[in-house]
Protein backbone atom coordinates (compact mmCIF):
# COMPACT_ATOMS: atom_id res chain seq x y z
CA UNK A 1 0.00 0.00 0.00
CA UNK A 2 3.00 2.34 0.50
CA UNK A 3 4.43 1.84 -2.53
CA UNK A 4 1.20 2.63 -4.24
CA UNK A 5 0.66 5.62 -2.61
CA UNK A 6 4.43 6.70 -3.16
CA UNK A 7 3.97 5.68 -7.11
CA UNK A 8 0.74 8.13 -7.15
CA UNK A 9 2.59 10.82 -5.35
CA UNK A 10 5.44 10.86 -7.90
CA UNK A 11 2.75 10.36 -10.81
CA UNK A 12 0.92 13.29 -9.73
CA UNK A 13 3.98 15.53 -9.46
CA UNK A 14 4.71 15.18 -12.60
CA UNK A 15 1.45 15.84 -13.87
CA UNK A 16 1.32 18.92 -11.82
CA UNK A 17 4.86 19.92 -13.07
CA UNK A 18 3.41 19.56 -16.87
CA UNK A 19 0.09 21.74 -15.47
CA UNK A 20 2.28 24.35 -13.94
CA UNK A 21 4.55 24.44 -17.35
CA UNK A 22 1.36 24.59 -19.73
CA UNK A 23 0.59 28.13 -17.61
CA UNK A 24 1.42 30.76 -18.81
CA UNK A 25 1.52 34.22 -16.39
CA UNK A 26 0.28 36.86 -19.30
CA UNK A 27 -2.97 34.74 -20.35
CA UNK A 28 -1.47 32.91 -23.85
CA UNK A 29 -0.51 29.44 -21.92
CA UNK A 30 -1.84 26.31 -23.52
CA UNK A 31 -4.31 28.31 -26.12
CA UNK A 32 -0.53 28.95 -27.73
CA UNK A 33 0.31 25.57 -27.88
CA UNK A 34 -2.50 24.30 -29.98
CA UNK A 35 -2.60 26.67 -32.71
CA UNK A 36 -3.50 29.87 -31.44
CA UNK A 37 -6.84 31.51 -32.56
CA UNK A 38 -8.28 28.11 -33.61
CA UNK A 39 -7.31 26.96 -29.83
CA UNK A 40 -8.71 30.25 -28.50
CA UNK A 41 -12.08 29.33 -30.43
CA UNK A 42 -12.69 26.13 -28.63
CA UNK A 43 -11.55 26.52 -25.64
CA UNK A 44 -11.10 29.82 -24.94
CA UNK A 45 -8.09 31.58 -22.76
CA UNK A 46 -10.50 32.33 -20.10
CA UNK A 47 -11.20 29.15 -19.65
CA UNK A 48 -7.79 27.56 -19.94
CA UNK A 49 -6.56 29.32 -17.26
CA UNK A 50 -9.68 28.12 -15.12
CA UNK A 51 -8.99 25.01 -15.81
CA UNK A 52 -5.44 24.98 -15.48
CA UNK A 53 -5.41 26.70 -12.02
CA UNK A 54 -8.21 24.31 -10.87
CA UNK A 55 -6.25 21.22 -11.87
CA UNK A 56 -3.23 23.33 -9.96
CA UNK A 57 -4.97 23.51 -7.13
CA UNK A 58 -6.33 19.72 -7.06
CA UNK A 59 -2.98 18.33 -7.85
CA UNK A 60 -1.56 20.34 -5.13
CA UNK A 61 -4.28 18.85 -2.44
CA UNK A 62 -4.19 15.43 -3.31
CA UNK A 63 -0.48 15.41 -3.08
CA UNK A 64 -0.50 17.21 0.05
CA UNK A 65 -3.49 14.13 1.23
CA UNK A 66 -1.01 11.19 0.00
CA UNK A 67 1.72 12.58 1.88
CA UNK A 68 -0.34 12.98 5.03
CA UNK A 69 -1.13 9.81 4.67
CA UNK A 70 1.55 7.70 4.25
CA UNK A 71 2.40 8.37 7.84
CA UNK A 72 -0.62 5.79 8.56
CA UNK A 73 -0.18 3.03 6.31
CA UNK A 74 4.76 3.35 6.80
CA UNK A 75 5.55 -0.20 7.37
CA UNK A 76 6.63 -0.78 10.93
CA UNK A 77 10.24 -2.34 10.81
CA UNK A 78 11.00 -1.73 13.94
CA UNK A 79 15.00 -2.13 13.79
CA UNK A 80 15.61 1.22 15.09
CA UNK A 81 13.82 0.81 18.34
CA UNK A 82 16.14 -2.62 17.91
CA UNK A 83 18.85 -1.04 17.29
CA UNK A 84 18.64 2.02 20.24
CA UNK A 85 18.18 -0.80 23.10
CA UNK A 86 21.24 -3.00 22.15
CA UNK A 87 23.09 0.25 22.16
CA UNK A 88 21.98 0.91 25.74
CA UNK A 89 22.54 -3.00 26.74
CA UNK A 90 25.89 -2.86 25.16
CA UNK A 91 27.04 0.90 26.80
CA UNK A 92 29.65 0.77 29.52
CA UNK A 93 28.16 2.21 32.53
CA UNK A 94 29.57 5.62 33.20
CA UNK A 95 31.32 6.18 36.09
CA UNK A 96 31.66 9.81 37.88
CA UNK A 97 35.59 10.24 38.74
CA UNK A 98 36.60 13.07 40.62
CA UNK A 99 37.71 15.70 38.42
CA UNK A 100 41.15 16.81 39.36
CA UNK A 101 41.69 20.07 40.49
CA UNK A 102 43.78 23.22 39.01
CA UNK A 103 46.90 23.58 41.33
CA UNK A 104 46.34 27.01 43.48
CA UNK A 105 48.62 29.68 42.49
CA UNK A 106 49.89 31.90 45.17
CA UNK A 107 49.85 35.90 44.42
CA UNK A 108 53.59 36.87 43.80
CA UNK A 109 54.83 39.15 46.67
CA UNK A 110 54.79 43.12 45.71
CA UNK A 111 58.62 43.99 45.77
CA UNK A 112 57.92 47.62 45.18
CA UNK A 113 57.93 48.60 48.85
Not at 13 to 37: I, P
Not at 49 to 57: Q, R
Amino acid sequence: MFTVIVGAIIFIAVLLVLVVLAQNSKGGGLSNLAGGSSASNIIGVKKTGDLLEKLTWGFIVAIMVLSLSTNFVTPNSGSSNELLERAGEDAAPVQSAPLPSAPVEKPASDTTK
